[in-house]
T-cell receptor, first 109, second 115 residues
């Protein structure tokens, strides 16, 4: 079952912050986050394994609440290069990911 | 550089004419995936291989087949493409235990057009 992402789209100015949410109705083993620019392949950002850990990658971080089966991606002081579509991918006990519907992020100068 | 390569990058075929897309990897990963991505949609998993173990998603049409002759190569065969099969096809790999615990490395994709 496809995880639900919110918001569907967000527009912000360079330097502003954004939060993208991902929730699943299934028990999760892990959550992945990817960014895809138009016409390109998805690029891995980070993976969170069950345990509620929070990870960071420069000014992008994420949290995973396994009890609520939710993850959030935090983008702080956004840069123009952050523009793209963000997908969360969730995995249960199986090896495969199911991707959410995506959040289109546009950063304006 | 270790990478995932897909050929061709663009493929045009006619309705009903079989087509084969290829994927190769230099990462020596044991898991390979094929995804279909339509415009403005999420990638949708078609099937994956864990080593030689083939796993088909329940809703993958029979029209789609796959081969993995060795660790490095994987092929997607579309036996009789329909207009609805026009999409970007993404190949991905992961090492270790697989997609749940390991990041996936995506190739650049093959954009398929069906006339």
């Amino acid at each position: 079952q496809q995880p639900v992402q919110s918001p569907q789209a967000v527009i912000l100015r360079e330097g502003e912050d954004a939060v993208i949410n991902c929730s699943s109705s299934k028990a999760l083993y892990s959550v992945h986050w990817y960014r895809q620019k138009h016409g390109e392949a998805p690029v891995f950002l980070m993976i969170l394994l069950k345990g509620g850990e929070q990870k960071g990658h420069e000014k992008i971080s994420a949290s995973f609440n396994e009890k609520k089966q939710q993850s959030s991606l935090y983008l702080t002081a956004s840069q123009l290069s952050y523009s793209g579509t963000y997908f969360c991918g969730t995995a249960g006990s199986a090896r495969q990911l199911t991707f959410g519907s995506g959040t289109q992020l546009t950063v304006l100068p | 550089d270790a990478m995932v390569i897909q050929n061709p990058r663009y493929q045009v075929t006619q309705f009903g004419k079989p087509v084969t897309l290829s994927c190769s990897q230099t990462l020596n990963h044991n898991v390979m995936y094929w995804y279909q991505q339509k415009s403005s949609q999420a990638p949708k998993l078609l099937f994956h291989y864990y080593d030689k173990d083939f796993n088909n998603e329940a809703d993958t049409p029979d029209n789609f087949q796959s081969r993995r002759p060795n660790t490095s190569f994987c092929f997607l065969d579309i036996r009789s493409p329909g207009l609805g099969d026009a999409a970007m096809y993404l190949c991905a790999t992961s090492g270790g235990p697989g997609g749940g615990a390991s990041e996936q490395f995506f190739g650049p994709g093959t954009r398929l057009t069906v006339l």
